[in-house]
């Protein structure tokens, strides 16, 4: 028997995102490079890979560590390294796997030159090419001076070019979304040319997020997609119209164990599986009761606000939540349970599970 709050992964809802979405990227022309810091699990990841993805991709060295000594061979580090711990991770990391790294400045790119040299092998470069958010990367007006200094380190090779444009949560589903999407392909595309113009080879293209990924009029141009939260999806993804709630593998399952007036209740679970992050509309949906709204968390209590003259919650019942944001809540536990419904199969190890470094 296992005791609430736990995060529990619809076992067939799991299986049909990892299918789709690869069916999706394939047929839109590009290879699928999926984002694995949405679930940091080795068998996860390697059901993506099963499914036919090329590699994976990883935000920092300690998730690609992990996922490097489990046999995954083929990983980006989508983010930028620095420092000298940094190189001599990436270079042990590198003598166990094949990896490519980003890049979008002069300190990163002579650190990573000097692994280069040591392994006696140039370093797989991809640029990050600065968006809207300027979270970082090369300005498009930047760019061909970059790469031709990048091109001038012989511990280095330029394979291409990635950009990430974020999620604005005050998009509308279909023309605000699609309008950001499109800017980042044509953004991408521009700067390919841009370079190819110059006389450089742009081998790879990365970008697609899981909101455009599906979407082969917004793909055209990309040869690769770095989708990570279509796995399980979320309230966030599913308010932005990217996934059906009813697509959304991964819920937190909670116990009521207070009813302190009519119209409110208190789950067992809090911040500390659920996360912080939310929205207007709440912290998660409780499944059964899609009307509530989860409007407050302490770090072990979820509030929740309903209509007593549509039901009551009772204490003791066990209830479902999709939570806003559930790349969050896979690095809040050791381990998920699979289901098929209400039958248990077996857990998963969230083996990445605070390698945030």
């Known amino acids: 028997m296992l005791s609430t709050p736990y995060v529990k992964i619809e076992k067939s809802t799991l299986e049909n995102n990892i299918a789709r979405m690869q069916s999706w990227v394939t047929e839109n022309g590009q290879v699928l490079r999926p984002h694995i810091k949405t679930h940091r699990s080795v068998e996860i990841a390697k059901m993506q890979l099963a499914a036919g993805a090329v590699g994976i991709t990883c935000a920092k060295l300690g ?31 590198m003598e166990q ?22 392994l006696g092998r140039p370093v ?39 950009a990430y444009s974020g999620l604005n949560p005050n998009s509308d589903p279909d023309n605000g979304l699609r309008s950001m999407s499109e800017e980042e392909i044509r ?3 521009r700067c390919r040319d841009r370079l190819e113009r110059a006389g450089v080879k742009v081998e790879i ?5 899981t909101v455009i990924s599906r979407r082969a009029d917004v ?29 959304c593998a991964l819920t937190v399952r909670a116990t009521v164990v207070s009813t302190p007036e009519h119209g409110l209740a208190t789950l067992d679970c809090g911040s500390k599986i659920l996360s912080s992050d ?34 009551h ?45």
């Open 124 to 162: 797989p470069v991809l640029v990050e090419i600065m968006t809207h958010i300027k979270r970082g990367g090369v300005s498009e007006e930047a760019l061909e001076a970059f790469v031709k200094a990048l091109n001038g380190l012989p511990g280095l090779e330029f394979r291409g070019i990635m």
């Open 97 to 118: 796997a094949e990896v490519a790294v980003t890049c979008d400045n002069m300190v990163s790119a002579e650190q990573l030159n000097q692994v280069g040299l040591e």
């Open 278 to 311: 939310h929205d207007s509309c709440g912290f998660g949906k409780i499944r059964q009761y899609p009307e509530a709204t989860i409007y407050k968390l302490n770090e072990e209590h979820g509030y929740v606000r309903y209509d007593p003259e549509q039901y």
């Open 187 to 189: 953004l991408l595309c």
């Open 63 to 93: 998730e690609a560590e992990v996922m490097a000594a489990a046999g995954i061979r083929n990983i980006l580090i989508a983010y930028s390294l620095v420092g000298a711990d940094k190189m001599l991770r990436l270079k042990r990391l």
């Open 219 to 247: 793909m055209k141009g990309l040869t690769e997609s770095r989708a990570g939260n279509y796995v399980f999806g979320d309230i966030h993804y599913a308010r932005l119209g990217a996934v059906k709630e009813s697509d």
């Open 205 to 209: 293209v990365s970008g697609g997020s």
């Open 313 to 357: 919650l009772h204490v003791g019942e066990e209830v479902d939540v999709i939570p806003y944001h559930s790349c969050v809540v896979a690095n809040l536990v050791d381990r998920m349970f699979l289901f098929s419904g209400e039958q248990y199969i077996r857990s998963i190890s969230v083996d990445a599970r605070g390698k945030s470094y």
